[in-house]
């Protein structure tokens, strides 16, 4: 990809924008958005921002049939001296390039398309509310446009980068949810695309969830889908369960999505000089944990909620209550921590902050 | 569903027609299209047939992110007579609300859905080719437009049916393909979404076939997620295997589509009183029953092949060759009876036929 340049088409008139605390997740989006397109042999190009406007497609192009596609999530924050910031973003499209390599997609360009997304916000700036907890929520995805229905990978595709003000996730300070331990759905296994960030994974998980959904429960921990023993995620989240001082997770395995905010976790925890590990963990495992007094935290990592604690998990009929339902230590301190890198409330050790606008930004 | 009326759009000029020797598959589409929308709380609604025309869709749709969507595949044949009929389509039609409640979609109404296919047939019956082996590809399909970016099912979907002119499978006769058994990558396992129609199971399928087809395999078979060791689909296709005289075909066990073709051959080969079985069946079995001179036949099942016949095999490095290559007697049968039914020039003993008009249709 040779791209460089980047059109920027202004729209003529702006929305008006939610206030702070009216804000939602995902139902509101700004006045431009980031596109560029792949067409064969020819690569990604035209890349423009342009008004946010709906996308016009022929109803035989593949993403409407054959699911291929991919995406990724961030955050845009606003720091007290008023920049703009990202969280890792170089991971969101090192993963954005995993997943296109899964899905049979054509590579990107990180680095431009960094530049692109940073450019988008720069240029949105006044979306990203500035009420604590709030955030400008950045959703990257690229679908298949070929309009043609033989199940083959597509010649065509569009990257679009789209933005969207988002409320704070607890808004009632940080609370344990009720999990349901899921036996009969799956959400992925080894050989499958459980470790890439693509729209059939989460089809998929749309039955399980509803079906929990009228008994209080806020989510499902889905299992290893060949033993169905092993823990595997919670939602869309990654898990992570304190045992007896030692702070565990789930190894990578193939069917796990690698989330940036777990990578994080894991930094901090080692930081810390907190044991921690990576490893396969059964709920009998967990089960017999709680049952020897053992089991002192669980909670649930990704980029909406940060850090979300887990109170009670329900498993073939038995409740495993997790901390009296609360908050643990080890999930307060890593909220905070993460929160107060993210919003530049907190010195940044791991340099994982990036400035949307560079002081020395010669690029656009 | 209370809808009881289709609108008609004529489009103003209509497309030149394809030569019937230069077809293709899915590349082509017809004049009109089918649509009808769902909205909650109105259910489905304006049920229209529109000139073909692209999608105007927001970005922020769940389509493009979660990949909520289910899809069907039929044809329309053109009989001796000069009449349009389709093969069993009230199978394609409760197959796609089954794959609708896996994927939290709103149930359709068969009856009304048939009537609209027939409506759009018969509009477009001057696009279904003559030659042999042509026919009109049918492809139903649901996708997800409610613009939010929650994981959570739509509230907003596109029913849509469009149609493609489509050439004869095999140009050249009849014949056996090279198939590589796929030992990394899994299509589908229990608690999945396998035995849907959905998108994300065919993404999912690329890269297996992306990297076999390099070396001259027409599909990769599919083994199942948990064990892999037993058989489950090749491509996108159903699998039979004839062992010592008898037919046996993986039986359906939560991760394998039911093909109309596998459900029709099973119905054949009991009206023709071949022993036929529905089982498990493994690799190990089938490279036993080949090295013992038992492995009769194997042969793929779907729409668009109707059959296709498997010559050979590769398993981990070793060749399994059946029937020296040759198209098997019972593949033979089957196809030229299938067809022949297909296409009006054979009795129709299980009233498998639709024809397009009836000659007392009253409803349109």
Redesign the interface.
Known sequence: MEERTIQVNHCSTRKEKPKSDQLQ???I?TDH?FVMDFTDPLGWHDARIVP?????????AM???????V?EGLKAYLSPDGDAQLFRPEKNLQRLNQSNE???IPQINEEFALGAIKKLVELEKDWIPGSEGTSL?I?P?I?STE???????SRRYKF?V?L?PVGAYYKEGINPVKIAVEN??????????GEAK??????????A??MVAGSGYAQVLWLD??E?KYIEEV??MNVFFKINGEVITPVLNGSILEGVTRNSVLQLLKHWEIPVTERKISMEELRQANKDGLLEEAFGTGTAAVISPIGQLTWNGQHIYINDGKTGEIAKRLYDTMTGIQYGMLEDPFNWIEKVKEKSNSVF
């Open positions: 997740f995902g139902r989006f958005m946010y406007q709906p996308l016009t497609i022929d109803p035989s993403i409407f049939h054959y699911g291929q596609s995406f899964r899905l049979c929520y959703r995805f679908i309009p043609y229905l033989g199940v083959a990978p679009i789209i969207s009969k759905y799956v959400r992925a296994v080894s050989g499958g695309t693509t729209g059939g994974n989460y089809a998929s998980s749309l039955k969830q509803e889908g060949v169905r939602g869309s």
